[in-house]
């Protein structure tokens, strides 16, 4: 199983990026999938869950702003960031495990993580 993140970069604030989770197991388990990101000298932070249901869950600091979504046909979850602030920046990893609890702090699978970085 892999999970491969692309799609950061630097930006300036108010600006946008979409963010890519290639995987490898969508169509073979049900897996829950998350985004979370890492800045230096913090610790992870759940960006978006998709639950049981197939809605998802944002941090409170994103809503609005951010939204997730996934083509199953592409076996790929998708992460659009829009109105990005300099907070934002971190590294973006996606999250994969067979059942919900802990997704972020004990995921099955992660990827390398991809980097974003919002100047003012």
């Known amino acids: 199983v892999q999970l491969q993140e692309s799609g950061g970069g630097s930006v300036q604030a108010g600006g946008s990026l979409r963010l890519s989770c290639a995987a490898s197991?969508?169509?073979?388990?049900?897996?829950?999938m998350a985004w979370f990101r890492q800045a230096p000298g913090k610790e992870h932070e759940g960006v978006a869950t998709?639950?049981?249901?197939?809605?998802?869950v944002y941090a409170d600091s994103v809503k609005g702003r951010f939204t997730v979504s996934r083509d199953n046909a592409k076996n790929t979850m998708y992460l659009q960031m829009n109105n990005l602030k300099p907070e934002d920046t971190a590294m973006y990893y996606c999250?994969?495990?067979?059942?919900?609890?802990?997704?972020?702090?004990?995921?099955?699978?992660r990827g390398q993580g991809t980097q974003v970085t919002v100047s003012s």
């Open positions: 197991i969508f169509t073979a388990t049900p897996y829950y």
């Open positions: 998709f639950e049981g249901d197939g809605g998802a």
């Open positions: 999250a994969a495990k067979i059942t919900l609890p802990c997704i972020i702090t004990s995921p099955d699978f």
